[in-house]
Structure formats: structure tokens, C-alpha cells
């Protein structure tokens, strides 16, 4: 086990075709970690092992490999270059302490360049640049610092310079200390070296006033500084090399080993109970640990990978998980080399490691006495409604789905209510098509998918009232059970305490609210007209009927109904009775009441090149979306801030991708209902009405 000093725990991120995983494989060569010449372009990188991404050749999953170089061991993974995969990254970044943004030197900045930077800074991590490639052909360099520079900032500051570009990429030199042989150099480096010192050595006031007394820091200085300056974000290092060559990759280790920072750099904090602790990279000290990777592997073998941040963990110890009842006891630790494990003894601080077969560990989950922050994965939006083609796969597609939420945080299965589809939501139609190519290839299982229905809702705009008498004789004893109910609009937001007020309704007796559905009704029978124990069989015709739906077989929310008379009789009335009645008065009234359709409205932040914004403001407006202004991104985008709804966008990444020629990027949350357009709303009866018919 590698002292906590000597660890370096790094996520490669950025776009696709950057170079990651090539990256990759080449220093797990370059440091003699493995042997041969492993390629993503012939299937033997050892990073892209799984079949999906062998036949893209793209990374789809997160992957850890380690290496040793000179005395620093490194742990890395390898993240997805695509934003539909960007779950993966965020997941490592749970992991690790710094993120290399890597950047194609011929493409430049891209959409997944600017994602994973921010990510990166919402986590806390160091973070670092490597501009890869640089043996490509038309590279201008200067054009891609620069962009660099407008975009995040002057902190991004050239620790090397390139010798050379293309074929004649021979070398790198040191911004910090400046070689004697600089030919070729495309940006000077002695010109960076000086805003390069003051950069790292203005976190502290101390070295910085001697300094510009004319006192040089040390080299053991300068080191500690250029960590500190990392950890704080004033320093963002960039680096320039080839994965393809080798060229730069030896300075590129010198330089994650000065930059990239040692466990425990960075503040993380765990509770437990009320109680906070600041998490040391102590070895002695308590547990802390966190899932931050599932993988399932052919065999179905499931692999949870641990980054401990405190304490230690070996074999066979019981510990306490987050995501189970009781402790649990640790299964073998495993020391992860892209598909392959070696076992280990134990884990410190800084150490990441697997463990196999272990039901209670997730994506997630704390592992020790005290709990991590949440991992702050993103919402997924866009759903398809999923089948198996043989009805007889129905259990083996629930086993197949419920792996595939195992090991992929930004997958959600929902059974809906309504429409009775199993909705599988990711974060774009390629993720969910990756998906379905793996149930294919893993669990030999075959899906039919469509555009699932979007969740409506049904709601009144003004109030009404009146009754309904149930009543049924057909020899024995009969059926009898007769409500009045007053129904009026409940807007959201409003406290029932603050709606039912007393010259409102005098004669209120007791509330009950459902805040799942924003529904409130109100005892306020007299005189016994309804004898009490009649009355939770009234709220269940209610809520069946809710359910059910009124005008377009939609989920009925934002209602107040007040139950204030009824009659029953001392023989023929029963619980089923009244549920019947209540139900029908329910319905009788609602169709009084101006009833309404509600339809989801997504929140949107679309960044897009300044010159497309007025393209996305017009197609906004034709969607029905309310455009809310718009801000900078930097480097010539602009991020426009609207709101649309969920009908209209349900395939909007075609769309964008279109329009802006795979430079846009956008993030969607739910915001709210709101009642739909009178045409749109007749459009949608009409085809529950169709739809009933042909069912009966």
C-alpha cells in the first residue's frame, strides 16, 4: 500500500475523440503496467473491453486502471467522451481528486469540454488540461490556448509548450524551468514563465511579497504552492503531448505528479447524526469510504468500486453501508485493471479498489460510521416505453433492467400508474439505445420500445357542486348511499390551513390532504347525515376516481372537495355504497367545474454558438416555450434559459444537433403543470375516447 503522499488520483474527461483512452493506454504502456500495443481501433485497448464499445469504438462506462512512475502511484479512470454518458464521469469524479479535461489539439473545444470543466468545479476537484493530438496535421495552437484562456480564464496557464507541430512534434519545454534549447517552440515558453510563477505563488502572501522583493521561491516551495494553487482553483496547468507518439507523455507524468493533488488536499466533509467530521486522509482514522462505480460483468458478477477517503478496509471486516440495515461484512478487496482484478490485502487512504457480489453496496453508498455527500448525478428526461417481443421474457426483461439501474445512475425505470407502460428514462436516445444494444448482447434479450405517453394531468377552473344517489335493489338486501359535495380549484403553493378558513367553510369539521396530488377534502357534515364510519370509504371513491380520471383517463390533481350532506339508510347502506356514490358525485361535478387538461413544462438551458441564439429563440417560440434571456458561456456561446412543454422537446437533441451542427448542449429538469392549449386538450380527449371505445 503506496504512502497517502505518493497517491495521485486522476478522472480523464472531455469530448469525444479527444483521446482519452488512447491517452490511457499509452501510459499504462509507457510506465510498463502492460505490454503489447493496445489500440481502441483494433478492440484490444484495455480500457474500451466491453463489446458495445468495441463495435462504436467509443468509451460508454467509466474505467479504472493504476500504474506506477517514479514513486507516484497513480489511480485513473477513463470517462466517456459523449454528454449522453455523462452520469459516468460525474460518478468518477466521486472518486478522485483531479479531473485532466483532455483536448483534441485539431477539434478544440467542444461541448463535453465545457460540461465536464464545470462538473468538475461544482465537485471541488483540481483540475488540469492536456491538449492531446498534437501530432495532427493544420493544428494552430495558438488559436486553442487562447480559446482555453477565454473561456475558463487566465488561471489556465501552459506548464509546457509544444517543439513542433504535426510531423514535426519532437518535443515539449517547460514553462517553469526554461531549457536552453527552445527551437521550434510555437509560444515561447520564456515569455509565459514569469505569470506562470506569480499564478502558482499568489496563494500565498508570504512567498509572494518576498518574491517580488526579489527573493526566488524554492523548488520544494514552488511544489507545495502549485498544489495548493490547483486545490484552490487559481492555477488550471496545461499540458501538451501525443498519445499516438508517446511525445510529451513523460512530462505529462512529472507534471500530474507535481499538479495533481494528494488524497486529502481537498476539504470533503461527512456527518454522522448531527455530528460533522472533516474527512483526513488518516489512516488511523475512521472509516470513510464511498461507492462511486457499479459494473456488471458478463457473468453477472457485480462489481462495486470503493475510493476510501479515511481509515483502512480489509477483507472480511463488517462495516456500515449507508444503503443497508445492518453492517455488512467485506467480500475480497480487488485491485481493478480495466476488466481484470488481482486481490489485495487492504485499502488506506487514497486507495481505490472493488469488491465483487456484494447486494447491499450501490452507486452511492457510504461505507464506514459516517455518511458523504450525495453524488450529484443529473435528472434523465428522455423516457421510452419498453416491452419484451416474447410476453414470456417479462421477468427475465425486470432482472435484465434492474442490472442496467445497478450500474448506470442516470437510468430510471418507473411503472406508470395511468398508462401501465414500464418507462425506461436515460439521458438521450443513444444512451437509451446503448442500452437496449447491451439487454441485446448481455441478456440475450430482445425489446420493442416506443415514445412513452406523456404524464397529463386533469384539473377544474371554477368551483360547482352537487350530488349523487346510489341506489340498487335486485332482491336481498340492497344498495343505498347518497353525497353532496362542493368542489372548487386548489392552487398549488397554498397551505390547506390557509385555503379552509372559516367564513369559507363555516361548517368544517376536519381535513385530510394529499400532497402527492395537491388534493384536499373537508368533513364538514351536520346532523349525522352521513354517519362517520361511511366516511374513508367516501375518500376512497374519491381517490379511485382521481385516479381513473374524469375527462382523458389522467391523474385528477389540485381539487378541494367539501363533503358537507348525504342520507343512508340503517339496512342497505354499506361501505361500497358510499365508495360507489362518491366516486360518481365526483365525477358528475368535475364535468361541471370547467374541467381541464394539465401537461408537464420542462425547464431548459440550451447553450449554443452567439450565432445560433436567434435560431433557438425562433424555434423556442414555435414550440410553445417561453424564452427567459439568455448569458455568456464563454468562448463565443451563450446559454438562452426557457420554458417549454415536455410535448414539444421529447426529441429535441435531433433537433439541436441540427441546427447547430453538434455544437449545442442542453440540461432539462421539470418545473411545473400547467393547463394545456384548448386544441391540443380536444385532440388529446378525443383519442382517450378512441381509445376506451376500442378497449370495451
Known amino acids: 500500500m503506496a504512502a497517502v503522499q ?15 483512452t488512447s491517452l490511457v493506454d499509452a501510459l499504462l504502456v509507457k510506465t510498463k503496467a502492460v505490454s503489447g500495443h493496445p489500440s481502441v481501433d483494433d478492440g484490444s485497448s484495455i480500457c474500451d473491453f466491453d463489446d458495445e464499445e468495441k ?7 467509466a474505467t479504472c486502471v493504476h500504474f506506477d512512475h517514479k514513486q507516484i502511484s497513480y489511480n485513473v479512470v477513463d470517462t466517456p467522451g459523449y454528454p449522453d454518458f455523462i452520469g459516468q464521469t460525474i460518478g468518477a469524479f466521486a472518486g478522485v481528486d483531479t479531473a485532466v479535461v483532455v483536448i483534441n489539439a485539431h477539434s478544440g473545444i467542444e461541448v463535453n469540454t465545457r460540461r465536464v470543466f464545470d462538473e468538475a468545479g461544482k465537485q471541488g476537484l483540481g483540475r488540469a488540461v492536456v491538449i492531446n493530438k498534437m501530432d495532427d496535421e493544420n493544428v494552430n495552437f495558438t488559436e486553442i490556448v487562447e480559446s482555453v ?27 517553469l524551468h526554461v531549457p536552453g534549447d527552445t527551437a521550434g517552440a510555437l509560444i515561447d515558453p520564456a515569455e509565459i514563465s514569469e505569470p506562470l510563477l506569480e499564478s502558482i505563488i499568489e496563494v500565498d ?29 487559481t492555477l488550471v496547468p496545461i499540458f501538451c503531448c501525443s498519445a499516438k507518439t508517446g511525445v510529451g507523455l513523460d512530462e505529462l507524468l ?50 462495486s468500486f470503493i475510493r476510501v477517503f479515511s481509515g483502512k478496509l480489509t477483507k472480511d471486516q463488517n462495516v456500515h453501508a449507508s444503503s443497508a440495515r445492518k453492517g455488512v461484512k467485506m467480500g475480497p478487496l480487488l485491485k481493478v485493471q480495466g476488466e481484470h482484478t488481482e486481490p489485495i490485502a487492504e485499502a488506506g487512504p487514497g486507495d481505490i479498489v472493488a469488491v465483487a457480489k456484494m447486494d447491499d453496496l450501490h452507486t452511492g453508498t457510504s461505507i464506514g460510521d459516517y455518511t ?15 416491452t419484451p417481443k416474447n410476453h414470456s421474457d417479462d421477468a427475465k426483461l425486470s432482472g435484465a433492467l434492474h442490472k442496467i439501474v445497478e450500474e448506470d445512475s442516470t437510468i430510471h425505470l418507473d411503472r406508470d400508474s395511468q398508462t401501465k407502460e414500464l418507462v425506461m428514462t436515460g439521458m438521450s436516445e443513444l444512451h437509451l439505445k446503448i442500452i437496449q444494444e447491451r439487454l441485446h448482447r448481455r441478456d440475450k434479450l430482445e425489446v420493442e420500445t416506443k415514445e412513452p405517453k406523456i404524464p397529463f394531468r ?13 341506489r340498487k335493489q335486485s332482491g336481498g338486501r340492497g344498495q343505498f348511499g347518497e353525497v353532496h359535495i362542493r368542489m ?47 366516511l374513508p370509504a367516501i375518500e376512497k371513491g374519491f381517490k379511485e376516481r382521481m385516479t381513473r380520471g374524469v375527462i382523458a383517463g389522467h391523474q385528477v390533481q389540485d381539487v378541494c372537495v367539501e363533503v358537507h350532506f348525504g342520507k343512508y339508510h340503517d339496512v342497505d347502506s354499506s361501505e361500497a355504497a358510499f365508495k360507489t356514490a362518491a366516486s360518481m358525485a365526483f365525477r358528475d361535478v368535475f364535468l361541471q367545474a370547467r374541467p381541464a387538461l394539465l401537461e408537464p413544462v420542462v425547464k431548459m438551458d440550451i447553450t449554443v454558438p452567439e450565432e445560433k441564439v436567434g435560431d433557438v429563440y425562433s424555434d423556442m417560440s414555435g414550440r410553445g416555450g417561453r424564452v427567459q434571456g439568455s448569458d455568456a458561456a464563454g468562448g463565443a456561446f451563450q446559454t438562452v434559459h426557457c420554458e417549454v412543454p415536455l410535448r414539444e422537446v421529447s426529441t429535441y437533441s435531433r433537433t439541436l444537433s441540427s441546427m447547430t451542427g453538434g455544437q449545442g448542449s442542453f440540461s432539462m429538469e421539470f418545473s411545473h403543470y400547467e393547463v394545456m392549449p384548448p386544441n391540443v386538450q380536444q385532440d388529446i380527449m378525443a383519442k382517450a375516447k378512441m381509445e376506451e371505445e376500442e378497449e370495451d
Open 6 to 20: 505518493q497517491i495521485r488520483n486522476v478522472a480523464l474527461c472531455g469530448h469525444g475523440s479527444a483521446g482519452k
Open 55 to 61: 463495435t462504436h469504438k467509443y468509451s460508454i462506462e
Open 149 to 175: 484562456r477565454d473561456l475558463w480564464g487566465p488561471r489556465c496557464v501552459l506548464l509546457n509548450v509544444p517543439l513542433g507541430s504535426g510531423h514535426d512534434f519532437r518535443g515539449v519545454a517547460s514553462t
Open 205 to 233: 502572501e508570504a512567498v509572494m511579497e518576498r518574491y517580488f522583493e526579489g527573493e526566488m521561491p524554492s523548488d520544494e516551495e514552488l511544489s507545495q504552492l502549485m498544489v495548493r494553487a490547483v486545490a484552490e482553483g
Open 254 to 303: 512529472d507534471g500530474l505528479a507535481a499538479c495533481a493533488l494528494p488524497p486529502g488536499t481537498l476539504r470533503r466533509v461527512a456527518t454522522k447524526d448531527d455530528e460533522e467530521l472533516e474527512v483526513t486522509a488518516d489512516p488511523d482514522g475512521p472509516l470513510v469510504a464511498r461507492v462511486f462505480k457499479t459494473r456488471i460483468d458478463p457473468f453477472v458478477q457485480k462489481l
Open 372 to 386: 458523504l455527500p450525495a453524488i450529484p448525478f443529473p435528472t434523465p428526461m428522455v423516457g421510452l416505453a419498453v
Open 458 to 470: 386533469e384539473t377544474i377552473q371554477q368551483p360547482a357542486d352537487g350530488h349523487y344517489r346510489h
Open 488 to 534: 372548487f380549484p386548489l392552487p398549488q403553493g397554498v397551505k390547506p390551513e390557509e385555503f379552509v378558513t372559516k367564513d369559507k367553510f363555516p361548517s368544517c369539521k376536519e381535513i385530510h390532504y394529499d400532497p402527492k396530488n395537491n388534493f384536499l377534502w373537508i368533513d364538514s357534515i351536520v346532523g349525522g347525515s352521513i354517519p362517520g364510519n361511511f
